[in-house]
């Protein structure tokens, strides 16, 4: 049974550009957060979302987007790239009632 | 001031020695405590969460929640090199609600 899985690895982009990070969550998980985490930080709260919709929001401006699909997958969009927006950027997945989630191995986004 | 505040180390002890690492929060409304551990370059992985207050052990880690001091800690017995890695600390309001982190903690265990 696969776990959460996340692509790219890594991406290294432009400032002023755009980004689409990619997650597929754990088997049976139908609940998919997104996280950032800057070097030496925890990882801070982007958004969730649950049944194609977004439910909760973390204190990100509207650059960051997102979307979830039918089949539970789902992507970060990043708009106008800054030079802060690099970091590691994490997926989290869960089945809705349950508290447990489990993260992906993260993609690390490089702002030039 | 941050909603949890963690030390960030880093921390290096001896094999087997035991390690205690913390964490205080400001808001009262927190009920779900947790430890996550992070290996370089990976993932976050849940190590233990406790409901509300006291003292939960799996193994050699336990965890502990005072909240009428607003105090989390984990300890880990007879450590193993193996254990190095960033200790996070994250806090929630409900199971569904977002996840808080801590800054981490680095912890090395030297053989």
């Known amino acids: 049974d696969a776990g959460v899985t996340q692509s790219p690895t890594h991406l290294i982009k432009t400032r002023g550009q755009q980004v689409t990070l990619r997650c597929s969550p754990k088997?049976?998980?139908?609940?998919v957060s997104w996280y950032q985490q800057a070097l030496g930080q925890g990882p801070q709260f982007i958004f969730q979302?649950?049944?194609?919709?977004?439910?909760q929001r973390g204190n990100f401006p509207d650059r960051f987007s997102g979307h979830q699909f039918p089949n539970y997958s789902s992507e970060l969009n990043v708009n106008a790239l800054l030079l802060g927006d690099s970091a590691l950027y994490l997926c989290?997945?869960?089945?809705?009632?349950?508290?447990?989630?489990?993260f992906g191995p993260g993609t690390r986004l490089t702002v030039t | 001031q941050k909603e949890v505040e963690q030390d960030p180390g880093p921390l290096s002890v001896p094999e087997g020695a035991i390690v205690s690492l913390n964490c205080t929060y400001s808001?009262?409304?927190?009920?779900?405590f947790m430890w996550y551990r992070q290996y370089s370059r990976k993932g976050p992985e849940l190590l233990m969460y406790?409901?509300?207050?006291g003292n939960k052990e799996d193994g050699r880690f336990t965890a502990q929640v005072d909240k009428s001091s607003k105090y989390i800690s984990l300890f880990i017995r007879d450590s193993q090199p193996s254990d190095s890695a960033t200790y996070l600390c994250?806090?929630?309001?409900?199971?569904?609600?977002?996840?808080?982190f801590g800054s981490g903690t680095r912890l090395s265990i030297r053989p």
């Open positions: 994250a806090m929630s309001v409900s199971s569904a609600s977002k996840i808080i």
């Open positions: 989290a997945s869960r089945t809705s009632g349950l508290y447990e989630q489990y």
């Open positions: 088997s049976g998980h139908d609940t």
């Open positions: 808001n009262s409304a927190f009920q779900y």
């Open positions: 406790t409901y509300s207050s």
């Open positions: 979302y649950y049944e194609e919709e977004e439910r």
